[in-house]
């Protein structure tokens, strides 16, 4: 940041002469003071700059987020799809099970049938 400090060091050594400081302490306290004002003083134009920035950074962090929400959004529907295909899935193979189950049931039965009928 570039400050622009209106900082007049002239009045303020004479100031500080007027009260017992020596011509020395007081350009030494004056130029002191103007460096320390320049480099860590904000001025308007320097917090409107900031302000520039934060907004600008405010906007791509919200498009940023927009974007994952779109992201999230598509693997939410991609989980739901996955959730239908396991339901499904899962309903396949009871249907599987119980039929394999009846049939061995079946053939079970008309083995023994056949062997009570052929048994001496």
């Known amino acids: 940041m570039t400050s622009q400090i209106l900082f007049d060091r002239l009045a303020y050594v004479d100031r500080l002469k007027a009260g017992s400081f020596s011509e020395q302490q007081a350009r030494a306290a004056a130029d002191a003071l103007g460096e320390a004002l320049t480099e860590t003083v904000a001025t308007k134009a ?64 008309a083995v023994a049938s056949f062997i009570f009928k052929h048994m001496p």
Do not use: H, P, Y
């Open 46 to 109: 320097d917090i409107a700059q900031l302000e520039t920035t934060v907004s600008q950074l405010e906007t791509k962090m919200e498009t940023r987020f927009s974007a994952l929400d779109v992201r999230f959004a598509n693997v939410d529907t991609r989980f739901a799809a996955i959730e239908t295909r396991i339901a499904e899935s899962r309903a396949s193979v009871i249907q599987w099970v119980v039929g394999v189950a009846i049939a061995a049931c079946t053939v079970g039965a």
